[in-house]
């Protein structure tokens, strides 16, 4: 009675929330998880159980292989999205960690992608990355023409095999400046002592950035990269918006969309399910640390 | 609300501190870093300049290899084109996106209140729980969602989706404001409350809500953004007739044909808004996005 008295009035506060993300978030991950155990392909929906049938197809009985595909190009965007935003976010904000004049104006700059959708940013990577060359070449490939540097030239997202490295594009530019934050929190976390000492003993600039700063920063990377991992599985909005659905740039969240279309249930719940999967492997562990870490703190 | 009216951030909210000022001289390794810097700039800034030259052309002032320079003719034909073509929804939005902001802020103050301060058994596994919920793939529900939202009778269209906002902010809204609590409340204030009988509910109402006007800042931003900006929830539940911008914008954009002067005023129109929002509260708005790495 009296720990009810002691916890009480918090639970009420708390409890419809919980109960809303218990249906709302579990219950319907539940619910999918069904759906993708039955055959439910079209929308008159014979809900028979069929096992992990639907799951095994993908890899197995898909037009085309077309799941695998889709697997390849999210596996090719997230390699080069990672790769890039981490290198500009650090490269930024170790341009600006040491203090610059107009720091201000700078991280305004190179933040304000993130305060645009997709949907939007889309509209005009579309036309930076209009495949044409030479004469009739616009966008980015009239850039590089301009500087002589035509052999940076490329068909960018219509490219077969590495198109989906420049689908990344966008997304770089999106999410570098977010990244910078991250890591301009980290630089600015570090105790200033930290590097007066470093400097009383002598340390070169690369010797104190390589042994004393980078190291204080491994955390920071670990969360960005956590994020932008986990955004990265997501991608929907720029896909959808810069190409459209189609074979060329799908990805896994644009085949449930697809799949859904042609009512096919049960396939568009395996798929969502394996997504719900790749997602949680990244951001469980994550969550799990973060969490014991902040308890020993 | 300008920057001015509000009081400034605390640390919690403002994670960049401004670092201490020392003078260093103006030798040529910083000379490259200013070109470097400055390079970026313009990199970073390269489409917003093709959407605001773009949207200020007409006719055959618009190709692909004209794409760079600036309009023969200005006019405002597209901007007015787009406006046509966009103003339901961008109401709609608006319809959206500021009682979502709202609903989602009091709901995130209050349970943050309660996980930053009543440590019952189980708590730290609970906020767990509830963090899950802001990293899944929402496609993972979206299926049943639909059946559900008809089902439980809510309208199809803006309110649906005020509904799934704010459900599916809970989690990011409840951490901000659990790490705001955690780092900027001190434990005597509440104590003292209890000590003088108030009861959970008035130390909260009374006590805590006056001086949580920071936490509400960068929820109600962040909230207001995201809403504002989804395409995922806007496509799977509502459609051009009765959904947001980002909808109506993609059908203005990716038409068979698209009128690519009309499509970038649109996409500026679009993200109008949340750049003022941006421009004007900046700091706060970057409060939200170190919230979503979790640690605070």
């Known amino acids: 009675m009296r720990r009810l008295r002691q916890w009480g009035p918090g639970l009420a506060l708390l409890s419809p929330s919980l109960i809303l993300l218990a249906v709302f978030v579990y219950g319907l991950i539940a619910w999918t998880l069904k759906v993708s155990v039955s055959d439910e392909h079209t929308a008159l929906g014979s809900k028979g159980f069929v096992g992990l049938d639907n799951y095994t197809k993908l890899f197995t009985d898909d037009i085309n292989d077309r799941f695998v595909h889709s697997l390849k190009n999210l596996l090719i965007f997230t390699a080069v999205f990672l790769v890039g935003t981490m290198f500009f976010g650090l490269l930024w904000a170790f341009l600006l960690e040491r203090g610059v004049r107009a720091e201000g104006f700078f991280r305004t700059v190179y933040l304000f992608p993130m305060a645009v959708s997709f949907i939007a940013s889309g509209v005009v990577w579309r036309w930076l990355m209009n495949p044409n060359k030479g004469e009739g070449a616009g966008g980015l490939n009239a850039v590089f023409g301009a500087v002589h540097l035509d052999f940076l030239q490329s068909t960018w997202w219509t490219n077969p095999n590495w198109g989906m490295a420049s689908m990344a594009i966008p997304a770089m530019w999106q999410l570098s400046g977010y990244v910078m934050a991250l890591f301009l929190a980290g630089f600015r976390g570090i105790p200033q002592e930290l590097r007066e000492a470093a400097a009383m003993d002598g340390a070169s600039t690369y010797r104190l950035y390589r042994n004393v700063i980078f190291p204080q920063l491994t955390p920071v990377a670990l969360s960005a990269l956590i994020i932008i991992g986990h955004m990265s599985m997501k991608m929907f909005d720029l896909i959808m918006s810069v190409s459209g659905p189609q074979w060329l740039t799908e990805v896994p969240a644009v085949y449930v969309w697809q799949a859904l279309l042609t009512s096919d249930y049960a396939k568009a719940a395996a798929i969502s399910i394996i997504l719900l999967l790749l997602v949680a492997v990244v951001i469980v562990p994550y969550l799990i640390y973060t969490n014991r870490a902040e308890k020993s703190s | ?296």
Request: glycine residues 8%; aromatic residues 12%.
């Open chain 2, 1 to 296: 609300m300008t920057t001015s009216s509000v009081a400034s951030p605390p640390s919690a909210i403002e994670p960049i501190a401004p670092r201490p000022k020392t003078r260093r001289p103006f030798g040529p390794g910083s000379i490259v870093k200013y070109l470097l810097a400055i390079f970026f700039v313009v990199v970073v800034l390269m489409p917003l300049y093709v959407l605001i030259v773009t949207s200020f052309k007409a006719g055959s002032d618009i190709g692909v290899t004209s794409q760079w320079n600036l309009p023969s003719h200005w006019t405002v034909s597209s901007w007015s084109k787009a406006w046509t073509a966009l103003q339901p929804s961008f109401i709609r939005t608006f319809e959206l996106a500021v009682p979502v902001a709202l609903i989602s802020s009091i709901v995130g103050a209050a349970n943050g209140f309660v996980l930053s301060r009543w440590r019952f058994p189980g708590a730290d596994v609970v906020f767990t729980l509830i963090l899950f919920g802001m990293f899944i793939p929402y496609q993972a529900v979206m299926i049943p969602l639909r059946e559900i939202v008809t089902t439980i009778g809510i309208q199809p269209g803006i309110p649906t989706l005020i509904f799934v906002h704010c459900i599916y902010g809970i989690p990011i809204c409840t951490l901000i404001f659990r790490n705001y609590y955690a780092t900027t409340v001190p434990e005597e204030l509440v104590e003292a409350s209890r000590v003088d009988g108030a009861g959970l509910l008035r130390t909260f109402g009374w006590i805590i809500l006056p001086i949580s006007i920071p936490g509400f800042v960068v929820t109600i931003i962040w909230q207001f953004t995201s809403a504002w900006n989804d395409y995922l929830f806007a496509i799977f539940l509502a459609n051009t007739r009765n959904g947001p911008i980002t909808i109506a914008l993609n059908a203005l954009a990716g038409a068979q044909s698209p009128d690519y002067a009309a499509s970038m005023a649109g996409a500026l129109i679009t993200s109008l808004p949340t750049l003022v929002v941006y421009v004007l509260l900046g700091r706060w708005f970057i409060g939200g996005l170190m919230a979503g790495s979790v640690k605070s």
